[in-house]
């Protein structure tokens, strides 16, 4: 229990009708009544306060929330007593949450109920909880303020913005997957899965003819084929210290799971098997996973990932990945490539292509082709300009080392990668390499 500002201001005035009545006795029997009405009603709005029932709360919190987007909260307030509740109610909620309209200051009428719902948005992906909530219970005459916690403590889920996901999934409805930047190619006899027959087209191979079925229809009549299923798509993400930097608002770990989550819906939608192996920061495996199903195995998976301060260990990894997964598949390693890294890669990639098909994933920083756009006017800007393109010089001259080895690569920003590194993926599927 503490007293309000209007109770500490009461005092004030008494005490300063009390300095007056030390200089002139007609202010002492002013001072008298004013102490004694103040006592009276301090001491009756005390005990009214403290035999006040306490407020229930109900907190309902959504299903999962996700990075950086605005979601909604719900608390229920319930005034048990007989009196007006004046109300100030503080969520507890962690560090990572942005929710400005708590503190949230209002009344409940007396035996009802009043619900909140205020806007939060988590800034950090991954668990996080919330604790007690703060309730400070002001008295009926306004002279003190009854604190208490409520018996609250829940636990929230920050998933990865799968928001692009959802957008590709209701264009594809609509066969509308060009708007998102994903080319759907369809491949005429390139591969060995039989579909089905149809009439000769212009353009198709004579090796897609069925001389058989021409002869009996007295027509050309082609083999249709479509692309292989129940293949194996393992995406190798790096959580090492690179991962780490910021890349606009999140991290380029973040940008990576964004571009998993749009891949993998892409290759569960192609009936394909998409497995998740994690190091240098989260060391984790998850076996591929088939069926549209498997999104939720995914989410709940990726979505607690976090970067460590270590530098990744691409040998450790590509072991790890060898002993796990006998069956071929597509590997495709999410990283941020630099020159320096390529005497430690290049092993690993070798060994993985002995029985795999890797492709390695790099993010490019945006900030580079900033760079390289702003106008040189100063020498400091002349030598920041140089040092930029000598760095995108030696990651081209990378890239092409690795490319020579015959590992397929990709580099793009973290705005593109998404739709890059699928149309990639479809583009494997189109040549049949995997």
């Known amino acids: 229990m503490r007293p309000t500002s209007r109770l500490l201001h009461g005092i004030l005035v008494w005490i300063a009708i009390g300095i007056a009545a030390s200089f002139w006795a007609q202010f002492v029997v002013l001072w008298w009544g004013l102490g004694a009405l103040l006592a009276a009603l301090s001491g009756i709005d005390f005990i009214l306060a403290k035999s006040s029932k306490r407020i229930d709360i109900e907190r309902r919190i959504p299903g999962h929330l996700a990075l950086n987007v605005d979601d909604e909260i719900l608390l229920t307030l319930h ?3 007989h009196l007006i509740a004046h109300l100030s109610v503080f969520d507890g909620l962690p560090e990572e949450a942005h929710a400005p309209d708590i503190p949230w200051t209002g009344t409940v009428q007396s035996k009802g109920f009043t619900t909140v719902a205020y806007p939060i948005r988590m800034r950090k992906r991954g668990r996080s909880a919330l604790g007690s909530i703060h309730v400070l219970h002001q008295s009926p005459f306004g002279l003190w303020q009854r604190r208490y916690l409520t018996d609250h403590q ?8 799968y928001e692009p996901v959802v957008r590709y999934a209701l264009l594809a409805m609509e066969n ?3 708007q998102m930047g994903i080319v759907m190619k369809h491949r005429r006899g390139a591969s060995l899965n039989f579909h089905q027959l149809r009439d000769y087209q212009e353009g198709d191979n004579l090796s897609q003819i069925d001389w058989k079925a021409t002869s009996k229809r007295l027509q050309l009549i082609s083999r249709e084929y479509r692309e292989e299923r129940d293949q194996n798509i393992i995406l190798m993400v790096d959580c090492g210290r690179r991962m780490r930097a910021l890349d606009g608002e999140l991290s380029q770990f973040d940008h990576c799971l964004n571009s998993i989550l749009l891949l993998s819906f892409i290759a569960l939608r192609q009936s394909d098997h998409v497995g998740v192996l994690s190091f240098g920061g989260t060391d984790r495996w998850l076996p591929p996973v088939k069926g549209q199903h498997a999104m939720t195995t995914l989410l709940n998976h990726l979505y607690d990932y976090e970067t460590g301060p270590q530098t990744s260990d691409f040998a450790e990894a590509a072991e790890r990945l060898m002993m796990r997964q006998r069956r071929r598949a597509l590997v495709i390693l999410l990283t941020n490539l630099r020159s320096e890294d390529i005497a430690n890669i290049l092993p690993p ?8 098909l890797p492709l390695i994933a790099s993010l490019r920083e945006s900030t580079t082709e900033g760079a390289l756009k702003y106008p040189v006017t100063t020498f400091e800007d002349a030598l920041s300009h140089s040092a930029t393109q000598r760095y995108v010089e030696e990651r081209t001259q990378t890239f092409e080392q690795i490319r020579s080895h015959g590992i397929l690569t990709l580099d793009d920003t973290a705005a593109n990668l998404p739709t890059a590194l699928t149309n990639r993926y479809l583009e494997i599927k189109d040549a049949g390499l995997l």
């Open 79 to 81: 005034n048990r007593g």
């Open 349 to 356: 990639l070798q060994l993985m292509k002995r029985r795999h």
């Open 176 to 178: 509308r997957e060009n």
């Open 154 to 161: 829940d636990e929230i889920r920050v998933y990865p913005n």
